[in-house]
């Protein structure tokens, strides 16, 4: 039981520090709403329950083996992130598309953003090599049934993730509001999230896989 508090305890510092994943889910909830970012939430959660599976039948193991292979992941993610991040400096007003992405349908955007949730986690191999590592730490071999444990330890993880996720989203969620009654902070956010994607896309892709 004190290996799960400890287990817990290393997910949450994990989770507050700041990455794509965050930067992701507070400009979504700022500029969107809790619905779209409920929707990158479960994207998220989504990629990580993924990534257990993967570390779990030793595809992280192969990415360190191979890498070539872990290049091309790493580069994908790197583009994909700096895709989103220029698509953001692109745009000429954020909370105009915003209301309009709302009035052409919630359906639409809500796969959109659960879809941009989910890429965004899946194509970074380092959560994938996150997983592979810290999970066995805490699996005890004497207790036998170490699938049965790593399954539970994955859905903690996936479950902690969740938490945190719902709880920027309602940061997000009241940092728009202020920010909607500051049009010169509206297009503040929109640089400072913009170019903290893409500096996070440039850290993946020029990043080293010891790294």
């Not at 939430?41 to 257990?52: I, K, S």
């Not at 479950?159 to 728009?176: H, S």
Request: with cysteine; charged share 10%.
């Amino acid at each position: 039981m004190a290996g799960l508090w400890v287990f817990a305890g290393a997910l949450c510092l994990a989770y507050l520090v700041p990455g794509p994943d965050m930067v992701l889910i507070l400009q979504t909830s700022a500029l969107s709403g809790r619905t779209h970012a409920f929707a990158v939430a479960a994207g998220l959660a989504a990629a990580r329950a993924t990534h257990v599976g993967l570390a779990a039948v030793g595809l992280a193991a192969l990415l360190q083996a191979a890498p070539t292979l872990f290049d091309l992941v790493r580069l994908a993610g790197a583009a994909y992130l700096v895709w989103i991040g220029i698509g953001m400096l692109r745009a000429s007003d954020l909370w105009r598309e915003a209301g309009s992405l709302r009035a052409a349908g919630a359906r639409r955007s809500w796969t959109a953003s659960l879809r941009r949730g989910l890429l965004t986690n899946l194509l970074n191999p380092k959560a994938l090599l996150f997983c592979s590592v810290l999970l066995p730490q805490f699996i005890r071999a004497d207790d036998g049934n170490s699938a049965g444990q790593f399954l539970m330890l994955g859905a903690i993880l996936v479950a902690v993730g969740l938490v945190f996720d719902l709880a920027y989203a309602g940061v997000g969620a009241a940092l728009g509001r202020w920010m909607a009654r500051h049009p010169i902070v509206q297009r503040l956010q929109k640089w400072i999230f913009a170019c903290a994607l893409i500096g996070f896309g440039l850290r993946l892709a020029l990043g080293h896989r010891s790294s």
